[in-house]
């Protein structure tokens, strides 16, 4: 799976207040809604701005903070592509893989705002189309690719059924 879009970078310690603002817990039963909003906390023009397939870029601990499934699922419904990050609280990142959201854990120092990039799930490689730099990452084992493919865990397991891991 190849992964193409432009850059929202933000810093380390983003949380899930951040994410999913906090004052607008009222919108939780209505996450397109709540979507609007995504990351405004931390880029008040994110949710304007970013276009469909974009990559948001974080530092360390992305994803710290309450374990609400929500976060992960707005980014998502915003049309957010996959986050890359340093490192992610865990929590964040199953709930991502579980919504259907990749996750990539990589060095993201060298990835500015705004550059594009080109990111192989399977072969774990990102090559960043501005700066000509290409990075890797631990490619995602292959039961987490058909995981993404299927749009999360729910459908995976709606379209196989139960699944063993033997």
């Not at 880029?43 to 948001?56: L, S, T």
């Not at 710290?64 to 992960?72: L, M, T, V």
């Not at 996750?103 to 990039?117: A, F």
């Amino acid at each position: 799976m190849i992964l193409t879009g432009k850059t929202w970078k933000f810093g380390d310690d983003i949380s899930t207040d951040l994410i999913a603002p906090g004052r607008l817990f009222h919108l939780r039963s209505n996450l397109p809604e709540l979507a609007k909003h995504v990351l405004e906390d931390a880029d008040p023009q994110f949710a304007q701005k970013m276009q469909k397939g974009d990559f948001v870029v974080g530092g360390s601990n992305f994803g710290c903070g309450s374990s609400r499934e929500h976060a992960p699922t707005i980014i998502k419904l915003a049309g957010v592509s996959a986050v890359l990050a340093k490192s992610f609280a865990r929590i964040f990142y199953r709930n991502a893989i579980n919504v259907g959201l990749p996750v990539l854990i990589c060095d993201t120092d060298k990835i500015n705002q705004g550059d594009e990039l080109e990111v192989d799930l399977e072969k774990g490689t990102i090559i960043d189309k501005t700066n000509g730099h290409t990075l890797t990452f631990a490619p995602l084992p292959s039961v987490m690719i058909k995981i993404l493919n299927d749009g999360g865990l729910l459908a995976h397991i709606k379209k196989h059924g139960d699944f063993k891991l033997d």
